[in-house]
């Protein structure tokens, strides 16, 4: 299969999930949180009910669980030929809660 005459034939990249995470101090509460969700909506989301949850709270493992469980509600998938919408909501939830450790970790180291 040949590629349009002047089009790049490589995939191209594009960011599916992005996490960023201010503390207040390195054992404190939350002070700012932002969740972007990409490729399960028309547009790329900002997963709001996540940041309003978590903001004033300890990152602790069940509130980050539980902001992994929001965005995955405020994604809006479908189904086509790359997955399903049920596995893209999954995925949403099991890739924020594993953002949302890491940059919690690096947040701490930051201190």
Not at 37 to 45: I, K, S, T
Not at 57 to 63: G, T, Y
Request: with cysteine.
């Amino acid at each position: 299969m040949s590629a349009a005459p002047g089009s790049d034939p490589r995939p191209t990249p594009r960011t599916e999930l992005a996490v960023w995470l201010a503390l207040e101090q390195p054992d404190g509460p939350v002070s700012d949180l932002r969740i972007c969700l990409g490729a399960v909506g028309p547009v790329p989301l900002m997963a709001n009910s996540a940041r309003d949850f978590l903001r004033g709270n300890l990152p602790s493992e069940d509130n980050l669980e539980k902001a992994a469980q929001l965005a995955a509600g405020e994604a809006r998938p479908i189904d086509d030929h790359r997955g399903s919408a049920a596995y893209r909501m999954e995925m949403v939830k099991v890739l924020t809660s594993r953002l949302l450790r890491t940059v919690t970790t690096e947040a701490k180291k930051q201190r």
